[in-house]
Nanobody
Framework: QVQLVESGGGLVQAGGSLRLSCATSENILAFNDMGWYRQAPGKQRDLVARITRGGTTTYADSVKGRFTISRDNTKDTLHLQMNSLKPEDTAVYYC????????????WGQGTQVTVSS
């Protein structure tokens, strides 16, 4: 069973930075792609950033230029560097991984809370 464990969330003032990490229980390159999603209270879970096995990245418009997704293949860990944080970035952040050949299986971490104060 694939396990994804997030860490690095917390409380930060607007304009500050946080770095989220997602440790995987398998070789990170076994996944077709991985990403970060976030869910604010009363809202749907939305994509923040994704990275494919080949290294192609995608970002939500709201975080472009502020957030950077990266992968440490030697430590099987996914990161999300978040700079210039805004109160509207406050949410629970979830790590996601997709794996498969003909059928994709999606895996989720337990989530980590990010709170940005104004």
């Amino acid at each position: 069973q694939v396990q994804l464990v997030e860490s690095g969330g917390g409380l930060v003032q607007a304009g500050g930075s946080l770095r989220l990490s997602c440790a995987t229980s398998e070789n990170i390159l076994a996944f077709n792609d991985m990403g970060w999603y976030r869910q604010a209270p009363g809202k749907q879970r939305d994509l923040v950033a994704r990275i494919t096995r080949g290294g192609t990245t995608t970002y939500a418009d709201s975080v472009k230029g502020r957030f950077t997704i990266s992968r440490d293949n030697t430590k099987d860990t996914l990161h999300l560097q978040m700079n210039s944080l805004k109160p509207e970035d406050t949410a629970v952040y979830y790590c996601n991984a997709q794996k498969g050949i003909f059928t994709m299986t999606s895996y989720w971490g337990q989530g980590t809370q990010v709170t940005v104060s104004s």
